[in-house]
């Protein structure tokens, strides 16, 4: 088994800045990938950055230039610096991660979602 807890969502003005948290814990051997994902009321869930095992990274054209994904592989902790926020950032963010794990085979674990508002 697998556990994914996010920290760090909260209200921000316009222009603010947050930084959410996901520590993994669990019977991990790899993790394949670390990401992000939003879903704002009424939409989809989309995907907001992604971290390969491999280094490189991606991002939703939405957030490029002022979202930032980082990771601490001692930790099993991945991070998305969010800078310049907008209120259409506003949504519930869930971390993401593909895991290969001792026991249970690879598994897609998912965060339980925290809150981002951002005020006009």
């Known amino acids: 088994q697998v556990y994914l807890v996010e920290s760090g969502g909260g209200l921000v003005q316009t222009g603010g800045s947050l930084r959410l948290s996901c520590a993994a814990s669990?019977?991990?051997?790899?993790?394949?990938?670390r990401a992000w994902y939003r879903q704002a009321p009424g939409k989809q869930r989309e995907l907001v950055a992604i971290a390969t095992r491999g280094g490189s990274t991606n991002y939703g054209d939405s957030v490029k230039g002022r979202f930032t994904i980082s990771r601490d592989n001692a930790k099993n902790t991945w991070y998305l610096q969010m800078n310049s926020l907008k209120p259409e950032d506003t949504a519930v963010y869930y971390c993401n991660a593909e895991i290969e794990t001792s026991g249970w085979g690879t598994l897609m674990g998912w965060g339980q979602g925290t809150q981002v508002t951002v005020s006009s």
């Open positions: 669990g019977s991990i051997v790899n993790i394949n990938h």
